[in-house]
């Protein structure tokens, strides 16, 4: 019976929806990573986007005014992760945040001695863990054009791995996956990070394995070949995880 309201209230969330088919395109025709997909994927990826704006609010922050090409813009990015997952890996919160800009965040950090410094940050996003996601309109309105930076994507993996506690590197994997294989393959390569630049891929990475698995989200989606080259081993292990094949061309 649940299954049944939900699917209802599906069809009636797409039957209602603000935007056309050709309002969806016009606005997947601006985010320059889409292209890979196929007629099917797009059509998929509409509807998802469409019950995504129905499910989180989008509000602006700083007199951030939030148009319809910011929410579609959003909210396409923010799905494609999730493609082939669902809406369901986004539950547990409600809203999204956009400023202008870079905006200032308080911070707090432990350093090896165990000593807690507490500061003020500029940053271009952050998720919280059952809480908003944040972005900066300034950096998200250039996510997307294939150059291998993606701070939607990047915030909203972040939500994929707090989907079993806060950020570690370690999200709910699918039920043929390997924890283990995981783990092993991921440490040893985040390790590997720490002293060795790899081409496209931002040195944030090394900040700690949330942000190596967050990074490696971005260029997944934006210059797969990057980590293909990079880290051929995580690519494979994130074709599993995201269900997707960035690198296959589409028919």
Known sequence: MFSILKDWHNQRVLDDSDFTKA???????????????????MIRLFELATLFLDDKSINGAQGFEITDTVRQSIA????????????????????????????????????????VHEGTQHRSGEAWLRGPVILSWK????????DG??????????????????????PPLQPDMDPTRWTEVMTR??????THRKSGLDRYGTTNPAEFFAVLSEVF???????VDAYPEIYELMVKFFLQTPLEPRL
Request: with cysteine.
């Open 76 to 115: 396409l990015q923010a799905c494609l992760p999730i493609l082939n997952l669902g809406l369901e890996w986004y539950a547990g919160w409600s809203s999204v945040i956009i400023y202008p800009g870079s905006y200032k965040s308080d911070s707090t950090t432990v350093d090896e001695f165990g000593i």
């Open 23 to 41: 309002d969806w395109i016009q606005a997947a025709e601006r985010i320059v990573i889409l292209e890979r997909l196929n007629e099917e994927e």
């Open 221 to 227: 989606f934006e210059t797969p070949e990057k980590l």
């Open 189 to 194: 390569d985040f390790e590997d990070f720490q």
């Open 149 to 170: 930076h993606n701070v939607v994507i990047h915030e909203f993996v972040h939500k994929l791995d707090m989907l079993n506690g806060r950020a570690n590197g370690f």
């Open 139 to 146: 950096d998200a309105k250039h996510s997307g054009e294939r």
